[in-house]
């Protein structure tokens, strides 16, 4: 299971400044997939070996002071419910404000490990003012400045501290079912699709956007299929509209998207795919998990004969480059294709785990490339003399040869579509690397 940590705290406390310090050191070097859009507001960042994602809860700066304070409020409590470890960064030039004193408030009644770190400490005599946080009930403060990453190390022992082990239990068997999670922007029918699939009424289904509070887990085991299905968390009831939408529904999504193999992405027919979807979909791929795109209420589309052609092109445009994904048309509604979902699922997710022999690569591969070799670049010729699949728990490929800095990446995509064509990884991302020999 993933640990997470939230940086809660008010604006220009430096709160991004520490989110792309932990994350972005990594984020660069990480994110080789092409075509992903970096996310402001989440990443991945490690210490001592412990990987942990990390949300930074500055959603969106907003004009009136009351709204604000409400959206400081939203953001406090989005982090209690997703985080496994919570940062609350204070000023030290500023000292107490009424927020932190609303938003400490808030923290000491949760449950949940809070970290306070005193932010903008660059000098001896403000480790001195530093004391006064202690009146936050907060317990130590850490003097860090995140501008000069002064003190962010011991801010980070103390965070990972309280991060769990990534625990395997005993029972491995269970460990090993493919975990399939429903997600989706609100109201588009992920509930209705895990009720159909479980015949039972397991998850309230009401047509107010938001009704399922939590994730929940189910194991089916039925029809000769045996895996986890989570619905996931809609988005809490709207108490006004005016909130960004998408920062909450995808942030609700980072969680079960982390502790799955394959998301199933919902979207509803009438509406196409908007950027919420998009977004959704981008942390699926950056977080390297299969995908079946599911296009619920197709019984409400008025048909033509090219009509699931025509439909099929746009969604393939819009998440390009990536587009060996499968992608289905139901009506959860009628049980319309709604076990082909469960089928392709599963297909996806062994496809995520399969390996290929690396003489099967190599016979297959070269051949290939040697038709189709890489553009020469500045009169050097580039050879790739042999391939491997790596090691990893999703499929990844070392290509080796001797000047790996000079491939380019339309032949990466290249390379890429051969080997999704001679072999099944529909469904998943997948990572070339390019090695010298």
């Keep these: 299971m993933g640990n997470i940590l939230a940086i809660v705290g008010r604006p220009n406390v430096g709160k991004s400044t ?26 991945k ?4 070996g412990k990987e942990f994602s990390v949300i930074d809860t500055g959603g969106y700066a907003i004009n009136t002071d009351d709204i604000f304070e409400t959206e400081i409020r939203k953001q406090v409590h989005l982090a209690i419910d997703e985080a496994d470890v919570i940062v609350f960064m204070v000023d030290v030039t ?44 907060l317990g130590k403060p ?24 990534n625990t395997n239990t005993d029972n491995e068997e269970i460990d090993a079912l493919p975990r399939i999670a429903v997600v989706g922007k609100p109201n588009v029918g992920k509930s209705s699709l895990t009720n159909a699939l479980l015949d039972e009424e397991r998850n309230i289904v009401t047509p107010v956007a938001g009704t399922t509070r939590d994730s929940i887990e189910t194991r089916y085991n039925k029809f000769g299929f045996d895996f986890f299905l989570t619905d996931t ?6 108490n006004r509209v005016t909130e960004d939408l998408e920062f909450y529904s995808v942030m ?43 296009i619920n209420k197709w019984d409400l589309v008025e048909k033509e004969t090219n009509t699931m052609r025509d439909y099929k092109k746009k969604i393939l ?15 959860v509604l009628n049980k319309l294709r709604i076990y082909d ?29 040697e038709d189709t070799p890489p553009p020469a670049i500045k009169g050097k010729y580039i050879k790739v003399k042999y391939i491997t699949q790596l090691a990893s728990p999703t499929p990844a490929f070392a290509f080796f040869c001797n000047l790996p800095q000079y491939i380019k990446e339309p032949y990466k995509r290249f390379l890429e579509n051969r080997l999704r064509e001679n072999f099944e990884f529909t469904g998943c991302p997948i990572q070339l690397f390019f090695r010298q020999k």
């Design 252 to 294: 609700r999504s980072v969680r079960s998207i982390e502790n799955s193999d394959v998301c199933i992405l919902m979207m509803e027919a009438l509406q196409g795919v908007e950027s919420q979807d998009m977004s959704i979909y981008n942390l699926i791929i950056k977080n390297k998990k299969g995908c079946v795109i599911v």
């Design 233 to 238: 968390a809609g988005l809490r009831k709207k």
């Design 142 to 165: 850490y003097c860090v400045s995140s501008i000069s990453g002064s003190g962010t190390g011991d801010l980070l022992d103390e965070i990972v501290k309280h991060f769990s082990e």
């Design 18 to 43: 520490l989110f792309n310090r932990l994350v972005g050191m990594r984020q660069a070097i990480v994110d080789e997939m092409s075509g992903v859009t970096r996310d402001r507001h989440y990443g």
């Design 45 to 48: 960042s490690d210490w001592n």
């Design 94 to 137: 500023t000292g107490i404000t009424d927020f932190d004193d609303t938003v400490a408030a808030i923290l000491r009644r949760e449950n949940k490990k809070v970290v306070l770190a005193v932010n903008k400490v660059d000098n001896s005599d403000r480790i001195f003012d530093s004391h006064e946080f202690y009146k936050l009930g």
């Design 317 to 331: 445009d819009r998440i390009a480059p990536f587009t060996d994904v499968p992608i289905i048309f139901v009506s």
């Design 341 to 369: 979902v469960l089928q392709t699922a599963i297909k996806v997710a062994e496809n995520r785990k399969r390996k290929i022999a690396t003489r099967q690569l190599n016979d297959t591969m070269l051949p290939l490339i």
